[in-house]
Nanobody, 124 residues
Framework: VQLVESGGGLVQAGGSLKLSCVVS????????MGWYRQAPGNRRELVAI????????IYVDSVRGRFTISRDNAKNTVFLQMNSLAPEDTAVYYC??????????????????WGQGTQVTVSS
């Protein structure tokens, strides 16, 4: 499985970015998907998940109301629209599969491989 994330960059606090992740080598529409992030010195954190049909989503408290996860199963792509960005959102962002569960702490999963991620840096 290959995962290719893009769309990161440097943005001022309050700004917006839209991340994309193209997945190949698997039946994308069969899996719930998630966006993960990892800041220096921190563990990888799952911040948003989307049902395989795309009709339901769950967010970690710190991003709810600011981030929106979506997917296009025809294009094997998952997106993360990030608004009202804050310096604490600075991290490398990755996509990967996730388990569909109400408790994000139990939803972390993977295809066995990770992409290179995309760096998001928010300046104050």
């Amino acid at each position: 499985v290959q995962l290719v994330e893009s769309g990161g960059g440097l943005v001022q606090a309050g700004g917006s970015l839209k991340l994309s992740c193209v997945v190949s080598g698997t039946r994308f529409s069969s899996y719930a998907m998630g966006w993960y992030r990892q800041a220096p010195g921190n563990r990888r954190e799952l911040v948003a998940i989307i049902k395989r049909s795309g009709d339901d989503t769950i967010y970690v408290d710190s991003v709810r109301g600011r981030f929106t996860i979506s997917r296009d199963n025809a294009k094997n792509t998952v997106f993360l629209q990030m608004n009202s960005l804050a310096p604490e959102d600075t991290a490398v962002y990755y996509c990967n599969k996730a388990l569909w569960t109400l408790h994000l702490a139990a939803a972390m999963s993977s295809f066995g491989s990770w992409g290179q991620g995309t760096q998001v840096t928010v300046s104050s």
